[in-house]
Each structure stands twice: as C-alpha cells, then as structure tokens.
C-alpha cells in the first residue's frame, strides 16, 4: 500500500465547480504539503502544515484553500475552479526530526483538467 | 535570476555511459540538497540527499555539493534506458522550515 495516498487520481470538471483534493499517509509524518505542477514551470508549492493547528500559504495559493482535519489527513480544495489549474497535483510528507534535512515524500498524484 | 537553475536538456548519453547532471542556486545559506527521479506522469522519487562539501556515493548514484560556487550535481554511473526520466533538483534554504525549492529539472535520455 502506498504511504501517501491521494484521491481522486484523475479528475474532470467544469469551470466554476468546487473540487477538493484529498490526501492521506501513514508515514506517521507531521509535516504535509500540496504542490502544482506545470510543464516548464516544475513543481511550486501551495499550502504546507507542519502540524495539525499550523497552516501557511506557500508561493501560489490563490484560488486555493487547505484542511487539516488530522495528522494523517490534508486537503486541498478549489472553491471555484478556472481552466489554468489544470495541474498534475502533489501531496507530500517529511518528518520533522533533524529539520530541515528531512526529504519529502510525494504522493502519486491527482491529474485534474478544468473545461 | 530563478532560485534553483536546471537545464531542461534533454541531455542523452549512451547506454553505460556517465551522466552528469547539474543544479545551480542562488540563496547562499540554503543547507539541504535533494535529487528526485520524475517519470513522465508519475510522482518525483528521492534519489539522493546531500547536506556537506564533497561527493556522496550510493550504487551507481554520486551527488557533488560545492556551497562556494552554489552548485550541486549527480552523476549516474553505467546509464542504463531505465535511469530516462526527468531529474529534480531542491533545495532547502536555511530558516525555511522543511520547504522545498524545486528546478525545472533536466530530462535524461539513455540511449541504447
């Protein structure tokens, strides 16, 4: 079984709809995040959490917003989805011991295309 | 001047060749140096971490970090066609908690 898993993994909708984008891992991880990713703008990201009560926007979160309902569980939801963030979707994990050496973790992924 | 430069390649080696990748950034006080493996459509897969001077071997697999000219490489020893992907460089400035500043990436091809 994958470690971070996310749902849905691919995804059509129409412009205007709301659409969350659900992830889940048991890494035992504190710290998750949700990247985009363009073709030759790579990955950028737009929420983090490194705990349950911690939330931060990343360098692209308009448009976007984040839950946090457990450790283990991070969504991204898009209130009212437009045609340029249909994006390949990441969620990630890393642990919080020794700081900032510790990787992330990527999920498989969530195509989403926004007509 | 982008924070993590990659070229975008593609580069292609011959099969059992050395391929060499390389990352420039531009924040002098980032510590942490990650290289991901992205096949097309798939997730990116750690391939290596590196956090000092000098080079860090694992298998066919060695990553070089200079901190004084900002450059951070990996070097994949006997390519295989199964090393073509998409190669990720991050990097974790200091102070940034656990974020990840991502390159475009280099595509790698191996050709047989």
């Known amino acids: 079984d994958a470690d971070v898993t996310q749902t849905p993994r691919n995804r059509i909708t129409k412009t205007g709809k709301r659409i969350m984008l659900e992830c889940s891992q048991t890494k035992g991880h504190d710290r998750m995040y949700w990247y985009r990713q363009d073709p030759g703008l790579g990955l950028r990201l737009i929420y983090y959490s490194f705990d349950v009560k911690d939330i931060n926007k990343g360098e692209i979160s308009d448009g976007y917003s984040v839950s946090r309902q457990a450790q283990a569980k991070f969504s991204l939801s898009l209130e009212s989805a437009i045609p340029n963030q249909t994006a390949l979707y990441f969620c990630a994990t890393s642990g919080a011991g020794t700081g900032e050496r510790q990787p992330q973790h990527f999920g498989d992924g969530t195509r989403l295309s926004i007509l | ?104 990436g280099t595509q790698l091809k191996v050709e047989l």
């Not at chain 2, 593609?10 to 390389?22: C, D, H, K």
């Not at chain 2, 900002?70 to 940034?96: E, F, K, M, W």
Request: net charge neutral.
């Open chain 2, 1 to 104: 001047q982008k924070e993590v430069e990659q070229n975008s390649g593609p580069l292609s080696v011959p099969e059992g060749a050395i391929a060499s990748l390389n990352c420039t950034y531009s924040d002098r006080g980032s510590q942490s140096f990650f290289w991901y493996r992205q096949y097309s459509g798939k997730s990116p897969e750690l391939i290596m971490s590196i956090y000092s001077n000098g080079d860090k071997e694992d298998g066919r697999f060695t990553a070089q970090l200079n901190k004084a000219s900002q450059y951070v490489s990996l070097l994949i020893r006997d390519s295989q066609p199964s090393d073509s992907a998409t190669y990720l460089c991050a990097v974790n400035r200091a102070g940034g908690g656990n974020k990840l500043t991502f390159g475009t």
